[in-house]
């Protein structure tokens, strides 16, 4: 496991935008698959992201599609998900995560094998 740690949660009125980072140590993402789960209170982590690393192919859950878009800067070892036109059900915990390593298709919390803290984003209506 490695250290990951995310910034840009906050609070925002429902059609606004917030920008999540996530960085880890020297090289922790190469080769590597890495994205975004959340959390409400009282319900399952749930998928929201994941950018290959190698090739910087993306997928999404169905529910941010065009809403959200996750991208990643190698020269700092970061990961961001840009979240627009957000919604009161996007209220939640997130959390960055880094794929086991023959996982490329991360969906789940069984894919993973580091978590980061998690940073709160609430949308008010």
């Known amino acids: 496991q490695v250290q990951l740690v995310e910034s840009g949660g906050g609070l925002v009125q429902a059609g606004g935008s917030l920008r999540l980072s996530c960085a880890g140590p020297?090289?922790?993402?190469?080769?590597?698959?890495v994205g975004w789960f959340r959390q409400a209170p009282g319900k399952e982590r749930h998928f929201v992201a994941a950018?290959?690393?190698?090739?910087?192919?993306?997928h999404y859950a169905d529910s941010v599609k065009g809403r959200f878009t996750i991208s990643r800067d190698n020269t700092k070892n970061t990961v961001y998900l840009q979240m627009n036109s957000l919604k009161p059900e996007d209220t939640a915990v997130y959390y960055c995560a880094r794929a086991k390593y023959y996982i490329t298709d991360m969906r789940g919390p069984y894919d993973v094998d580091s978590w980061g803290q998690g940073t709160q984003v609430t949308v008010s209506s």
């Open positions: 020297g090289r922790t993402f190469t080769g590597y698959t």
């Open positions: 950018i290959n690393w190698r090739n910087g192919n993306t």
